[in-house]
């Protein structure tokens, strides 16, 4: 577990600089409401040095060809890879239900979150379905395998009647076949015998060998379960909340153990974390406090996590009464009461108009005219909807739960990737200014002013309530969510002033790198320190190690 955090910490926590509140969220906009795609680029794999000069590699790892082998994070074979709807197969449409951790499954519930949320998925590659993109692969492979020849075995016409054999023959061949003793054996020409993972080249070898010329919806399926993988690769279920109950800042603040963060608590914030700092370097970083966290034992109520945050409409025919915490779930869709979810109710499921409806369009030749969009929302919903102004996607606000819709695109693809998460840290990335994952001294004196953001109704204190995780709810071009969703959210920061290269004797003095010089730090005289600490704050910065000129 503490290597998991280990990994989401640092993958999350770096990169972004500047303040913009997660709660301060975009006024509500009319539909639709669009956002960018997120584009991923490719990062070069190879083994060269700098010098040009190739490193010494390790023995090859066995050839990986089934596609549960090469994609381990998504679910590649389920059944309901057998269930595609005619929308999925002919509009490029999925449907899917999110169960938030806040649902409060009740049939007189007025509350919008009352039942899961039913989304509709609309996903186009160059303006058509995404499914047409693997129909024209399968046209463009079967179009250049050369139909295989069913071989003929020769039947020799034996005329003459049978005799004895002629003595002459059978010498001469006995003396031609050994009048060479010294001569080599014959030596295989052909190369030998390698594992592909080209569907192509899988293919040919395959009507190769059955003889039989390769059907069009044949191609698909081996494609589907032997060598590509299906054009809907599901996030694996332990990605859905294996952080959701993580919130070690609010562990921290919150002293009485009370599930609020009042205000007194509030103003102790800072020296509540500057405990955390182990090392003593007056910088506290994340897994400082994280540590310090889980040190406190505290019992965290993971029972709403156990039920699945995302569902497939061809999930709930395998879900029946006999499950009963994960049944309530879902018994609204339960029309006739008997204990399951019926093919007839799926359909319903099918048809219905959707409660957010989803348009998501892919452009390979142009990643930055990709774009998804949230094209509508039931009234019954009472959803909230605005482009996010702290990630890159669209913000959608259902009875205080917030989802987060995003899109990402990393190269051409014929697959869709969906995922689901329920983020976990509420306040971690939104406190820390530059994202990235340490508490300076100078970060920690905006700490108060920061937290006061989360205060919703203004009562001084922050409640659990008020400190949710939002939902991220991901779709990629080819196989891209696992590693967005695994790492934190980065938070789209305001645009800060660029970084200031300080003199070298400054960079000397500054044992910690957080571009502060503190007294400690700085070697001088009381004297000499007054006269960099322009500003009187207590720290010599960068600007003004600078600006700084001898008398």
């Given at each position: 577990?503490?290597?998991?955090f280990?990994?989401?910490?640092?993958?999350?926590?770096?990169?972004?600089?500047?303040?913009?509140?997660?709660?301060?969220?975009?006024?509500?906009?009319?539909?639709p409401?669009?956002?960018?795609?997120?584009?991923?680029?490719?990062?070069?794999?190879d083994s060269?040095?700098?010098?040009?000069?190739?490193?010494?590699?390790?023995?090859?790892?066995?050839?990986v060809?089934?596609?549960?082998?090469?994609?381990?994070?998504?679910?590649?074979?389920?059944?309901?890879?057998?269930?595609?709807?005619?929308?999925?197969?002919?509009?490029?449409?999925?449907?899917?239900?999110?169960?938030?951790?806040?649902?409060?499954?009740?049939?007189?519930?007025?509350?919008?979150?009352a039942?899961?949320?039913?989304?509709?998925?609309?996903?186009?590659?160059?303006?058509?379905?995404?499914t047409?993109?693997?129909?024209?692969?399968?046209?463009?492979?079967?179009?250049?395998?050369?139909?295989?020849?069913?071989?003929?075995?020769?039947?020799?016409?034996?005329?003459?009647?049978?005799?004895?054999p002629?003595?002459?023959?059978?010498?001469?061949?006995?003396?031609?076949?050994?009048?060479?003793?010294?001569?080599?054996?014959?030596?295989?020409?052909?190369?030998?015998?390698q594992?592909?993972?080209?569907?192509?080249?899988?293919?040919?070898?395959?009507a190769?060998?059955?003889?039989?010329?390769?059907?069009?919806?044949?191609?698909?399926?081996?494609?589907?379960?032997?060598?590509?993988?299906p054009?809907?690769?599901?996030?694996?279920?332990?990605?859905?909340?294996?952080?959701?109950?993580e919130?070690?800042?609010?562990?921290?603040?919150?002293?009485?153990?009370?599930?609020?963060v009042?205000?007194?608590?509030?103003?102790?914030?800072?020296s509540?974390?500057?405990?955390?700092?182990?090392?003593?370097?007056?910088?506290?970083?994340?897994?400082?406090?994280a540590?310090?966290?889980?040190?406190?034992?505290?019992?965290?109520?993971?029972?709403?996590?156990?039920?699945?945050?995302?569902?497939?409409?061809?999930?709930?025919?395998q879900?029946?009464?006999?499950?009963a915490?994960?049944?309530?779930?879902?018994?609204?869709?339960?029309?006739?009461q008997?204990?399951?979810?019926?093919?007839?109710?799926?359909s319903?499921?099918?048809?219905?108009?959707?409660?957010?409806?989803?348009?998501?369009?892919?452009?390979?030749?142009?990643?930055?005219?990709?774009?998804?969009?949230?094209v509508?929302?039931?009234?019954?919903?009472?959803?909230?909807?605005?482009a996010?102004?702290?990630s890159?996607?669209?913000?959608?606000?259902?009875?205080?739960?917030?989802i987060?819709?995003?899109?990402?695109?990393?190269?051409?693809?014929?697959?869709?990737?969906?995922?689901?998460?329920?983020?976990?840290?509420?306040?971690?990335?939104?406190?820390?200014?530059n994202?990235?994952?340490?508490?300076?001294?100078?970060?920690?004196?905006e700490?108060?002013?920061?937290?006061?953001?989360?205060?919703?109704?203004?009562?001084?204190?922050?409640?659990?309530q008020?400190?949710?995780?939002?939902i991220?709810?991901?779709l990629?071009?080819?196989?891209?969510?696992?590693?967005?969703?695994?790492?934190?959210?980065?938070?789209?920061q305001a645009?800060?002033?660029?970084?200031?290269?300080?003199?070298?004797?400054?960079?000397?003095?500054?044992?910690?790198?957080?571009?502060?010089?503190?007294?400690d730090?700085?070697?001088?005289?009381?004297?000499?320190?007054?006269?960099?600490?322009?500003?009187?704050?207590?720290?010599?910065?960068?600007?003004?190690?600078?600006?700084?000129?001898?008398?």
């Amino acid at each position: 577990m503490i290597g998991i955090f280990r990994i989401c910490i640092a993958a999350a926590l770096a990169g972004s600089t500047g303040f913009t509140s997660e709660l301060t969220a975009s006024e509500p906009q009319a539909l639709p409401v669009s956002a960018s795609v997120k584009f991923l680029s490719n990062a070069r794999t190879d083994s060269m040095t700098s010098d040009g000069e190739v490193m010494m590699a390790a023995a090859a790892p066995p050839v990986v060809t089934l596609p549960g082998e090469r994609l381990p994070q998504y679910q590649t074979r389920y059944q309901r890879r057998e269930f595609l709807s005619n929308q999925e197969n002919d509009q490029g449409e999925i449907r899917f239900l999110l169960c938030p951790p806040t649902m409060t499954p009740a049939a007189e519930d007025p509350h919008p979150l009352a039942t899961p949320i039913l989304v509709r998925a609309k996903i186009m590659i160059d303006d058509a379905p995404f499914t047409a993109t693997r129909r024209e692969k399968v046209a463009s492979i079967l179009s250049s395998i050369v139909s295989p020849a069913k071989p003929e075995i020769p039947v020799e016409a034996n005329d003459e009647p049978s005799g004895p054999p002629d003595d002459s023959e059978t010498t001469n061949e006995s003396e031609s076949e050994t009048e060479d003793p010294a001569a080599e054996p014959p030596v295989a020409v052909s190369a030998p015998y390698q594992l592909t993972t080209e569907s192509g080249e899988w293919l040919r070898r395959y009507a190769e060998a059955t003889g039989e010329p390769v059907a069009a919806d044949e191609a698909a399926w081996l494609m589907n379960h032997w060598t590509d993988g299906p054009t809907l690769l599901l996030l694996q279920p332990y990605f859905q909340s294996f952080r959701a109950n993580e919130r070690p800042v609010f562990q921290i603040l919150d002293r009485d153990r009370d599930g609020r963060v009042s205000a007194a608590e509030q103003n102790e914030a800072v020296s509540a974390l500057q405990k955390c700092d182990a090392n003593r370097n007056d910088i506290v970083e994340a897994l400082e406090i994280a540590a310090a966290a889980r040190s406190l034992g505290d019992d965290v109520d993971g029972s709403a996590y156990q039920r699945p945050l995302l569902l497939l409409l061809a999930d709930l025919l395998q879900i029946s009464r006999d499950d009963a915490s994960l049944f309530i779930t879902i018994a609204a869709f339960d029309v006739d009461q008997n204990g399951r979810i019926d093919d007839s109710e799926i359909s319903t499921l099918e048809n219905r108009s959707p409660d957010i409806d989803l348009l998501v369009e892919y452009v390979t030749a142009n990643a930055s005219k990709s774009k998804l969009s949230i094209v509508a929302t039931s009234a019954d919903l009472q959803a909230t909807v605005a482009a996010s102004s702290t990630s890159d996607g669209v913000d959608v606000n259902v009875g205080g739960t917030a989802i987060q819709f995003s899109a990402l695109q990393n190269s051409q693809s014929d697959q869709i990737s969906l995922g689901a998460v329920v983020d976990g840290y509420p306040l971690l990335p939104m406190l820390d200014p530059n994202s990235d994952g340490r508490f300076t001294i100078r970060e920690l004196r905006e700490l108060e002013q920061r937290l006061t953001q989360f205060d919703q109704d203004g009562d001084g204190a922050l409640s659990l309530q008020e400190t949710q995780s939002p939902i991220r709810v991901c779709l990629g071009l080819g196989p891209t969510v696992h590693g967005e969703l695994a790492g934190l959210r980065r938070v789209k920061q305001a645009d800060s002033a660029p970084s200031i290269a300080p003199p070298d004797w400054f960079v000397r003095m500054d044992r910690n790198g957080d571009n502060d010089l503190t007294r400690d730090e700085f070697p001088g005289l009381d004297e000499q320190f007054s006269d960099l600490d322009a500003d009187a704050d207590g720290l010599i910065s960068a600007v003004e190690a600078l600006q700084f000129k001898t008398p």
